[in-house]
């Protein structure tokens, strides 16, 4: 399957805000999961937003973390998030993550997590 291109971080300070996007066509053309995980050096992967996407392409926000709102640009083709009021604990490798479903498939973080193609990541970095 066709890695997403993820893209949009960098370096603010505390308070600010940051959009990142994901160029992932070939799964808002269809019926799939997606998603964006943060990694930091000795913690977790944690999962950040999850959305269910159907053909239009529709999207319905299972979840997104607090600070942050899930939007779609270019026609359908870019899912975005919009973070805001960062803090330094949010400093991490962000990574869009898709997935075509099936018909029996349902969209978690689980899912995603052990099924999804992953874009290259890109870095948030909050300072004080």
């Known amino acids: 399957q066709v890695q997403p291109r993820d893209s949009g971080g960098g370096s603010v300070k505390a308070g600010g805000s940051l959009k990142l996007s994901c160029l992932a066509s070939?799964?808002?053309?269809?019926?799939?999961?997606m998603g964006w995980f943060r990694q930091s050096p000795g913690k977790q992967r944690e999962g950040v937003a999850r959305?269910?996407?159907?053909?239009?392409?529709?999207v319905h926000a299972d979840f997104v973390k607090d600070r942050g709102v899930i939007t779609l640009s270019n026609g359908g083709s870019t899912l975005n998030l919009q973070m805001f009021r960062l803090k330094p604990e949010d400093t991490a490798m962000y990574y869009c993550?898709?997935?075509?479903?099936?018909?029996?498939?349902?969209?978690?973080?689980?899912?995603?997590?052990?099924?999804?193609?992953w874009g290259q990541g890109t870095q948030v970095t909050v300072s004080e």
């Open positions: 959305v269910t996407i159907s053909p239009g392409p529709t």
């Open positions: 993550v898709a997935v075509t479903r099936g018909p029996g498939d349902v969209c978690t973080f689980s899912f995603l997590q052990e099924r999804g193609n």
């Open positions: 070939e799964y808002t053309n269809g019926n799939s999961c």
